[in-house]
């Protein structure tokens, strides 16, 4: 397993879609991996430090975890599949949790616990940028970068602020 570090979110045009990037903490391969615009939002929302009027989904899954008295100690993508990353969140006790990188991801900058890829997935998917390409993908500034628009963010801040329990309703059969 090598230590991750978040580099933050770019958005893959002429599709619009946003890639997470992630770079080995003592090494020089990066991790792209495609997420969704929520989740997109989420990261870049909390590097920010954007303030919100309420937790996002993140936010509270991490205010659960300590109410029940259990700890996340790290997030770990484990697998590669047809293009799918797998990813769990590895609690106190041994407890491991599949789920989305992209909400393990949010899920550890909110905790501030430790992400690791498995050396197969690096070996697989990991990059080797370009000195050029870094720039891009890091960029140049103290603060982290992130290619969601503005505007793309306050949309999602607004919908979350006016979104409630009862505008969805479960497919039959659940």
Do not use: C
């Amino acid at each position: 397993m090598s230590k991750m570090r978040v580099v933050g979110i770019r958005v893959e045009q002429p599709q619009n879609e946003p890639v997470l990037f992630l770079r080995e903490a003592t090494g020089e391969r990066y991790l792209p991996i495609w997420i969704g615009q929520a989740e997109a939002a989420a990261i870049v929302i909390h590097q920010r430090g954007t303030p919100v009027s309420r937790p996002l989904t993140h936010d509270l899954l991490r205010q659960v975890i300590t109410a029940l008295g259990h700890e996340l100690r790290e997030v770990r993508i484990t697998d590669l599949q047809e293009g799918t990353f797998f990813a769990d969140l590895v609690f106190s006790g041994g407890v491991h949790v599949s789920a989305r990188p992209s909400d393990s991801v949010a899920l550890a900058m909110r905790a501030g616990v430790p992400i690791y890829a498995d050396e197969k997935v690096l070996a697989e998917a990991g990059l080797f940028l370009s000195e050029e390409e870094v720039e891009v993908v890091e960029g140049s500034s103290a603060e982290p970068e992130a290619d969601v628009p503005e505007e793309e963010l306050a949309k999602f801040k607004e919908f979350l602020d006016s979104v409630s329990p009862g505008d969805f309703t479960a497919p039959e059969g659940e």
